[in-house]
């Protein structure tokens, strides 16, 4: 288990790399504090995988997840099997800021915040994928192409909600 605070980067510069894996039930990193954020491929390349169970939890910050936040990163995220969560209580994700960002929900996988958007900025790439029975983005509003480019793939019995908000595609 790991808790964390303030910004928190997997391949900060440009020519960096990083990846995390949280693998297995009791396995989490928990973001804790109102200034915790999280960025997968800030202005480098990142990874995070989510397996088996395991947790990555922001319950006290309103500073969102981005998945390729900078132009010119890469960013991956992937929540595969019954059990694993990215979950944003307060909070939004970004998958293609101004880079590339890519978000994998398979087998059962479950993503939660308050808002989502793909390809947020000009120049942002972003790409996410819901396959499986089980497998969940629950949204509050949902931008898909906002000033970037963005591609949504809901295939295999897997569910995008979007609650109380609207979706702009």
């Known amino acids: ?35 915790a954020s999280l960025d997968v491929g800030s202005s480098g390349e990142g990874s995070l995988t989510i397996t088996n169970g395991g947790e990555v939890l922001n319950t006290d910050s309103v500073l969102s997840t981005s998945i390729g936040d900078n132009a010119g990163s ?15 209580i307060n909070a939004g994700i970004f998958v293609g800021n101004s880079g ?5 929900i398979l087998n059962g996988g479950t993503v939660s915040n308050t808002f989502g ?34 591609t949504l793939d809901i295939i295999n019995d897997g569910l995008v909600a979007v609650d109380s908000g609207a979706a702009a595609i």
């Open 117 to 150: 958007s793909i390809g947020n900025s000009a120049g942002g790439e972003g790409t996410v994928t819901v396959s499986g029975t089980g497998s969940s983005w629950n949204n509050s509003n949902l931008d898909i192409g906002d000033q970037g480019n963005g």
């Open 74 to 88: 890469s960013g991956t995220v992937t929540v595969d099997g019954a059990g694993s969560k990215l979950t944003n």
């Open 1 to 35: 288990q790991l808790e964390s605070f303030y910004g928190n980067e997997i391949g900060r510069n440009a020519g960096s790399s990083g990846a995390v894996t949280v693998d297995g039930i009791g396995s989490s990193w928990q973001l804790a504090g109102p200034s």
């Open 100 to 104: 590339n960002g890519t978000l994998n």
